[in-house]
């Protein structure tokens, strides 16, 4: 008899559990098979976003990875976005921890991978309120067009020679230059700049390096081994001290000669420097800032402010020769508002409705950072009936999303007469395109990029007629191959042939 119970007993725990079991998997976000220790961190491949776009295709725009023992979930579509960008945007609205990002950037001190708290929502009021503000970035506009001419300069002086320009190489310092203007004082170009501009580039590629001891945390060795951990502190060492420098001099140069409380006022032209000091001298919005913060702020200028412009203006400048009819309707435009001018200001910009379309068009296809920061969560929520434990990450794919031909028309195609009459925007309101991301984690700086944007591109084929050279003819001509990190830059250099126009 009491085999008998003791056999009800155990048939009825196995049918429980089973129940339970496929109650669980019912229930748990379709995933790809993973192996062993690893997970799924194999398929990722060299071009993460085009893998995982493909992966979505398969088992959904919500899919679940594991990368090692971190689980992950991806989105891929507009309305997954909406979900943790807008609907739950306070749930998912942390960063995942990095030991990259704690040797790179001040322990997290920045803006961009600050964990989500009290601290963060301070230093992001002071690059909303006082660094990148519309005030703000009017009130930086004269560097922006004094360095401008100075590209245009260049070029005229390139395009008497009849030889190639390296398209790539133009911008990045044109860039380059205003972001050290605005944010430090002074350049750090030429030859006394190239230490500088390579310790940038440096610091830009290890911010997007994958380092496997964050997945797989007993192979953290391999991350030592390989010298990564000994580059990023001796990177991050070189940066510290030339922005320890920076900010010793700005103190030992404004010292008795300054209003302690004109860098506040949107009038003036100080530069980020001057108006970090200030704040933290003043202590103006209730609360202390150190020199790390100030640094860490500075860093978040560089890295999100460098790079990711010139890579777009790189990639628009590569489809404007590849579709010269395009450059051609931007070159009228520009030289109907600008007419017998030297060059196109920026009270011209608001004038430019195809060159405002095709940068939305550039950043849809090439978003320069294809995968948003990664976000986590910071508890357990259900998601689309889905079940998302805390400290879950999770990976949006901007690339995938702006090329959904559930929402785009021939979507691999580059078509800016598509926003002509389309109200759909980047400042995260729209989900089907979403560069900057959106919420509480999108980037503050969207209106002094798109500034800058425009006004580079606008001047840049505003004077001149733009050629492939010799021997390169037609759309597969040019390289399209990407890199990997970060930042989604152009494998090659872009290199092209200037003629002055005949009417400038």
Known sequence: MLLIISSISLIIFLIIKW??????IKNSLPSPPKL?????????????????????????????????????????????????????????ANRPQSKFY?????????????????????????????????????????????????MIEKIKQSSSSSLPINISELLSTTINDIVCRVALGRKY???????????????????????????VPWLDWLTHVSGLYARAKKVAKEFDELLEDVVEDHINRNKGDRDERVCLDSEDHGDFVDVLLSIQRTESLGFPIDRTVIKALLLDM???????????????????????????????????????RTHITEDDLSNMKYLKAVIKETLR???????????ESRKDIKLKGYHIERGTRVIINAWAIAR????????????????????????????????????????????????????????????????????????????????VGLTMHRKTPLVAVVVPNSNS
């Open 19 to 24: 129940y339970s079991n496929s109650r669980k």
């Open 36 to 92: 062993p220790i690893i997970g799924n961190l194999h398929q990722l491949g060299s071009f993460p976003h085009r893998t995982l776009q493909s992966l979505s295709k398969k088992y959904g725009p919500l899919m679940k990875l594991h990368l090692g023992s971190v689980p992950v979930i991806v989105i891929s579509s507009p309305e997954s976005a909406r979900d943790i960008m807008k609907t739950h945007d306070l749930v998912f």
């Open 102 to 150: 704690d040797i790179l950037l001040y322990d997290c001190k920045d803006v961009s991978a600050a964990p989500y708290g009290e601290y963060w929502r301070q230093i992001r009021s002071i690059s909303v309120l006082h660094l990148l503000s519309g005030k703000r970035v009017q009130s930086l506009r004269g560097v922006r067009e004094e360095e401008v001419c100075l």
């Open 189 to 215: 170009s030429g030859e006394s700049g190239k230490g500088f501009k390579k310790l940038l580039m440096d610091f830009t590629e290890l911010l997007g390096t994958f380092v496997v001891g964050e997945y």
């Open 302 to 340: 560089f890295s999100a402010g460098t790079d990711t412009i010139s890579t777009l203006l790189e990639w628009a400048m590569t489809e404007l020769l590849r579709h010269p009819n395009v450059m051609k309707k931007l070159q009228e435009e520009g030289r109907t508002v600008g007419g017998d």
């Open 365 to 375: 296809l090439h978003p320069p950072i294809p995968l948003l920061v990664p976000r």
């Open 404 to 483: 959904d031909p559930s929402y785009w028309d021939q979507p691999e195609e580059f078509k800016p007469e598509r926003f002509l009459n389309n109200s759909i925007d980047i400042k995260g309101n729209d989900f089907q395109l979403i560069p900057f991301g959106a919420g509480r984690r999108g980037c503050p700086g969207i209106v002094y990029a798109m500034v800058a944007n425009e006004l580079v591109l606008a001047n840049l084929v505003h004077q001149f007629n733009w050629t492939l050279p010799a021997g390169v003819l037609g759309l597969e001509a040019i390289d399209m191959s990407e890199t």
